[in-house]
């Protein structure tokens, strides 16, 4: 079944949490110099949210009063610790590494330690259309996607895998939004959602950034791996 988002939406499912009700104003951000990294944290800083970001180059994030930049990799334990003192959610546009293919696994450990011991529950993560889930029905044009990948960086396709296993064994309320290819636009229109296989080709960043956004106080997705594409 394939559902229809629209762009600047109003958030219709609170997150449930047992010691808050309100709305997620402080969201860690992995990945925010990347191609989708950067259109996520320029719409949450114009929603209000307060970001705390981590990157390697803290230079390459724009400046803002309720930007706090974290220097650092994704894959030390202490630069994800102090990225998520005072946050309430995480997402993570976190790319793959040639150099480190494991990049995603260690982060997303790392991510369920620290969380679990900060207290923090709401986790959502972009990744591309490799991961396999029980309730996947992909088509040919997604599996032969998925082949071509999966012949030419299999350690980077199976590290993604071993991440959606480790979130399946946490206690997190995680998300991970699957994508085609990301086009560094502005809205291109509704975003189509499906469980089971990709329902388009692309996705504008600008629309990608909106729904992950939506998803922070909404259990729609939660524990879920939803396609998304305009």
Known sequence: ???????????????????????????????????????????????????????????????????????????????????????????????????????????????????????ISRYLEVAGLAINTPEDKKGFRTRLIVGILTSLVPAIINDRQKGYALLLQSNLVWSIVRCPMIRLTGSEGPVRVNLQDSPGNHISATDLADFLIQQLNDTTYAEKAPFIAN
């Open 1 to 119: 079944m394939i559902v229809s988002f629209v762009p600047k939406y109003s958030t219709t499912q609170q997150l449930n949490n047992s010691t808050t009700q309100q709305l997620m104003k402080c969201s860690a951000v992995l990945g925010g110099t990347g191609k989708a990294g950067t259109y996520l944290v320029e719409s949450l800083l114009s929603e209000g949210y307060t970001v705390k970001a981590l990157a390697r180059t803290p230079s390459k994030l724009p400046e803002h009063s309720r930007l706090i930049k974290v220097q650092g990799d994704a894959t030390d334990a202490a630069a994800i610790q102090n990225l998520l003192d005072g946050c309430d959610a995480v997402i993570s546009t976190l790319g793959p590494s040639r150099d480190k293919p494991d990049t995603c696994s260690v982060a997303v450990k790392h991510l369920i330690e620290a969380m679990h011991e900060k207290g």
